[in-house]
């Protein structure tokens, strides 16, 4: 899998939008701009680790199994799920929900442009085959 910029965009414009909002209603309250900035660099920054973090959490190939998914981490380490429901966006985005061998749920988001056409119709074509079957 390819880092999504697709992703990418939508998290800075979401840590933008925050910080922003931040701003505006620590200086309606406080009144001074000097508190109001710092208020919106630590949102900012807490964010932007945040979702550097989830970045990195990321899997970094994608297998597609006839019963699921094989995720396999940066580091190497191969993970069955089963998929369990799914939602998609307008062709751009797969937001799935995944089972793991003990029954936790844990959603993976897998846009476009992070994969190859042929893998992203493929895995939403199973995703809804699959999720159907849970319903």
Do not use: K
């Amino acid at each position: 899998m390819r880092p999504s910029r697709f992703l990418a965009g939508a998290m800075l414009g979401f840590i933008g939008v925050a910080g922003a909002a931040v701003f505006q209603c620590v200086f309606a309250h406080a009144e001074h701009a000097g508190h109001a900035a710092v208020a919106c660099a630590v949102t900012l920054a807490a964010l932007g680790l945040a979702s550097c973090r989830w970045m990195r959490a990321q899997p970094s190939a994608i297998g597609l199994l006839s019963d699921g998914l094989a995720l396999w981490s940066r580091s190497g380490e191969m993970r069955h799920t089963r998929i369990a429901g799914c939602a998609q966006w307008s062709g751009r985005l797969l937001a799935l929900t995944l089972l793991d061998t003990r029954g936790r749920r844990e959603s993976l988001l897998v846009a476009a442009d992070s994969v190859d056409a042929d893998t992203f119709r493929q895995l939403s074509v199973q995703a809804r085959r699959a999720a159907a079957s849970h319903l």
